[in-house]
Structure formats: C-alpha cells, structure tokens
C-alpha cells in the first residue's frame, strides 16, 4: 500500500509540466544512469560493454506521445534500423516495443496499425534469427496485447516473439495457463503502472508471491520464461526452484534493467546463469527515468544528491 502511494505521488509530481521541462533540463546527466544515450550506436555500445561481463542485451527505442499514424510508421522504421544497425554490429537483434508506441489501437484499412508494424519488426528481427518482445502497458492493453502477440506467434513461431505477463494483474495466472498451447516465451515482470485495486493487488506481499506462482508454473509447464526482476529474494528462491526441478539453465534466464542491480547482474552471469539487460535509449527518456524513481525511494535520494552536487 505504501508502494503505492510513493509511486503515485512520483508519477502524479513529474507529469506535471513545469516539472517535465525542469527535469529535462537538469537531469540528463543523472537519467543515464538509466539510459543509454539518446541514438543508436549508444544503446550498441551499452550491450557490447555489458556482453565483456557476460550479460546479453535487450534494445528498446523509448517513445513517448506518439499519436499519428505517421508517428507510428515512423518509430516503427527507427525500431527497424535499430535490428539492422545490431546485426551489422555482430548483435543478434533483440528488441522490445510496446505496440502503443506502433498503432495498436488505430484502424488502418481495416488491419490494425500496431499488429501491421509489428509484422514488419518481428518479421526483420526474424531474418537475423533474433527476437522481439512485446512490452505490457496499463490493464485496459491486456486483451489485445495476449490477442495480438497470439497472432504473431502462429505467423513469425514462439522462438522469435515473446510478450510479458505483470503479477500484480489478478488475471494474469489465468491468462499464463491460457497461453500454454503456444509454448511461450514470457518475461514475468510485477508489474510498473499506476492500477487500481478492482484489477491489481494492492499490496506488494500479494504481487511477490503471485510473481512465484506465474515463475513456477510456466517453468513446471516447460516453457521459456524471462525472470524480469531485481528481488533478490525472489532470484534465490527461482535459482532453488530450477535446482529442485532439475529445469535446465537453458530454460530461463534472469533480466533486469539497465543501470540498477549491476553487481547482481554480473554475479548471476559469472555463476553461468543467462542473464540479459533491457537497455532503454532515445531522446524520449523522462517519462521511463520517472517510473524508475517512481520504484524505490532509493533511486529519488540518488538524483536529489546529484542535483545538490549541481
Ligand atoms: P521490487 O520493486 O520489489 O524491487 C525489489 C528490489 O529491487 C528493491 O528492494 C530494490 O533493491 C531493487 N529495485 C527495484 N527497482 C529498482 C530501481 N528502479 N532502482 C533500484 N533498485 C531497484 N513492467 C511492466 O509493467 N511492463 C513491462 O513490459 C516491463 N518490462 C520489464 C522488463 C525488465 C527486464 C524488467 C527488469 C522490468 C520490467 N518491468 C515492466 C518493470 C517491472 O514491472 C517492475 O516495475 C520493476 O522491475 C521493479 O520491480 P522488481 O521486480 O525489481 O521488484
């Protein structure tokens, strides 16, 4: 509960205007921390500088308020020469995108615009053999988002497209089991938006223990499944779990963000556990640097101290 009244009072100070402008001003230095530059060969260089210590990158084009069609079509080309510019650095592509950011939602004769878009990344991340993970955004997103990725795993196969389950939806055990005849590739994650109680639980033990449940079972169900998370208590207990259940370490692996949790991310790897960063770049990087301090008071304390250094 108190979580959730930190991250609410968070979200609710940096969606203001004035303090968007100010932030964006001053706090650059301090939001790489989070991301990796605002252009591509940054976010390229984060993943061979991560790939040294043995961890794999996950690429994210950040994008926020696009509307238009054209915005759409136009992120989704950026996210297209993202794929080509890893390939040709000798990176097998793997990307997320959110399909707000591509169109979901938005008619284009009579197709969806974000399945259309999601077809073309998905379809060049296929050539390179790589994969594309399709984020989950606010609850009233779900359906279509479990729709869409359902369709794009019959056409493109699970081994080049994968999507996200949040533990703090109720429903989200049931949609898992639901998605079992496809032998899915899903990141488990708790989840990072702003949800009231009629869907998510409230409190944080209910959200940690339901995280367990989605972890357990689709490992129990043999499908690959992405530990998304920083909860070193949860890593222990998933690291146990393998262990009890003889599930290979080919089956899973652990990832976490960029910038946070970095003596853990190297550990798990140096253990031979598969380990991957989800790397964020763009120059739309407040909206995703405020959700960051909207997690932990501990990331706020560490941009408060940066701005008194000035
Ligand atoms: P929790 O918040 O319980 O934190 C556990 C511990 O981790 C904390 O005590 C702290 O030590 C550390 N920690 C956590 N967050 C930190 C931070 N920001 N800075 C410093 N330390 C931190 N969400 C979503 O809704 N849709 C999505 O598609 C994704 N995708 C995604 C991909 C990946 C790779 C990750 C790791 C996370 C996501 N998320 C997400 C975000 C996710 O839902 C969640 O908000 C964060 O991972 C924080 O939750 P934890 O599981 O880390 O646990």
Redo the contacts with the bound molecule.
């Keep these: 509960m108190i979580d959730q009244l930190y991250r609410k009072a968070v979200l609710t100070v940096a969606e203001r205007p004035q303090v968007e402008k100010l932030a964006r001003d001053k706090m650059w230095p301090l939001a790489q921390r989070f991301v990796a530059g605002e252009d591509i060969q940054s976010a390229i260089s984060a993943v061979q500088e991560l790939q040294k210590d043995g961890i794999q990158g ?1 690429l994210d084009l950040l994008g926020e308020f696009i509307d238009s069609p054209e915005q759409c079509n136009e992120f989704a080309d950026n996210v297209l020469k993202l794929i080509d510019a890893a390939h040709a650095a000798g990176i097998k592509p793997y990307v997320s995108v959110k399909l707000s950011s591509v169109g979901q939602g938005k008619d284009d004769g009579g197709t969806d615009l974000g399945l259309k878009n999601a077809r073309r990344i998905i379809g060049k991340a296929k050539e390179y053999g790589g994969f594309v993970c399709l ?3 606010d609850h009233p997103r779900t359906d279509i988002t479990l729709e869409q990725f359902r369709v794009l795993v019959g056409e493109f196969g699970a081994e080049h497209v994968g999507t ?1 389950l ?1 533990s703090y939806l109720y429903r989200s055990l049931k949609d898992r089991a639901g998605l079992d005849d496809l032998k899915p590739n899903i ?1 488990m ?5 702003l949800e009231p109680e009629t869907v998510a639980y409230p409190d ?1 033990a209910d959200v ?1 223990q339901n995280y367990r449940r989605l972890v357990y079972a689709h490992l129990k169900a043999g499908n690959s499944c992405n530990v ?4 070193e208590k949860i890593i222990d207990d998933v690291k146990r779990f393998v262990l009890a259940h003889g599930i290979s370490k080919d089956q899973f692996e652990f ?3 960029y910038g ?2 970095r003596d853990l991310q190297k550990s798990l790897a140096a253990e031979g556990y598969r380990v991957r960063a ?1 790397i964020p770049y763009g120059r739309d990087w407040y909206a995703y640097f405020s959700r ?1 301090i909207a ?2 008071p ?2 706020a304390m560490f941009v408060a101290r940066g701005m008194l250094k000035g």
């Design positions: 996950n984020d989950m955004e996200v949040q990141r994650v708790k989840g990072a938006y944080k940690d998304a998370t920083h909860d990832q976490m963000l946070i949790r989800y960051r997690e932990t501990r990331n």
